[in-house]
T-cell receptor
Framework: EAQVTQNPRYLITVTGKKLTVTCSQN?????MSWYRQDPGLGLRQIYY???????DKGDVPEGYKVSRKEKRNFPLILESPSPNQTSLYFC???????????FGPGTRLTVL | TQLLEQSPQFLSIQEGENLTVYCNSS?????LQWYRQEPGEGPVLLVT?????EVKKLKRLTFQFGDARKDSSLHITAAQPGDTGLYLC???????????FGTGTSLTVIP
């Protein structure tokens, strides 16, 4: 089954404790991206990747890191999480940014 | 930051009514997409429009792309409770590869 998977689905952590949210797709897509969704602000792109080893900042990259060492994986790293990073996070993939974005199930992160 | 403005932000209507949601930008889209999102789930694509002036129909949903490719609308005819959800316009502007979403329209259809 073609899909985007994210783990964990739910995470409660404390300020400053490094965490990684994994994202994997099995559709051989070139374009992958991370979004955060907050009430009243909609979905905002954090980082995107056009291909392996190519990543670019989106609208809200501060406090986040990403890597794209393999085509299928695009982990999101929070080196020192803060409460303002509490949000619902989505990973997505597509053949390119002009095509349909396929979304993962989301990761609900709470930073205390 | 390039902005996609959606209106209205909230819409509550009775079953059987018609409605239109608008998506506007000051920049030209390379392509524009409409998604629908259920609570706690990722957005799911409804349609992609590429050509200025394009009109696409998906059952009771009609999507229109502005001639200048800066705006779009979604019209729902005879809304049903199953249409309830968050409707999002999204796309890539001609100037880059970053993907932008509108702030969304939360639609509630009352039986």
């Amino acid at each position: 089954e073609a899909q985007v998977t994210q783990n964990p689905r739910y995470l409660i952590t404390v300020t400053g404790k490094k965490l990684t949210v994994t994202c994997s797709q099995n559709m051989n897509h070139e374009y992958m991206s991370w979004y955060r969704q907050d009430p009243g602000l909609g979905l905002r792109q954090i980082y995107y990747s056009m291909n392996v080893e190519v990543t670019d900042k989106g609208d809200v990259p501060e406090g986040y890191k990403v890597s794209r060492k393999e085509k299928r994986n695009f982990p999101l790293i929070l080196e020192s999480p803060s409460p303002n990073q509490t949000s619902l996070y989505f990973c997505a993939s597509s053949p390119n940014p002009l095509h349909e974005q396929f979304f993962g199930p989301g990761t609900r992160l709470t930073v205390l | 930051t390039q902005l996609l403005e959606q209106s209205p932000q909230f819409l509550s209507i009775q079953e059987g009514e018609n409605l239109t949601v608008y998506c506007n930008s000051s920049s030209v889209f390379s392509s524009l997409q409409w998604y629908r999102q259920e609570p706690g789930e990722g957005p799911v694509l409804l349609v992609t429009v590429v050509t200025g002036g394009e009109v696409k129909k998906l059952k009771r949903l009609t999507f229109q792309f502005g001639d200048a490719r800066k705006d779009s609308s979604l019209h729902i005819t005879a809304a049903q409770p199953g249409d309830t959800g968050l409707y999002l316009c999204a796309g890539v502007f001609r100037t880059g590869n970053q993907f932008y979403f509108g702030t969304g329209t939360s639609l509630t259809v009352i039986p």
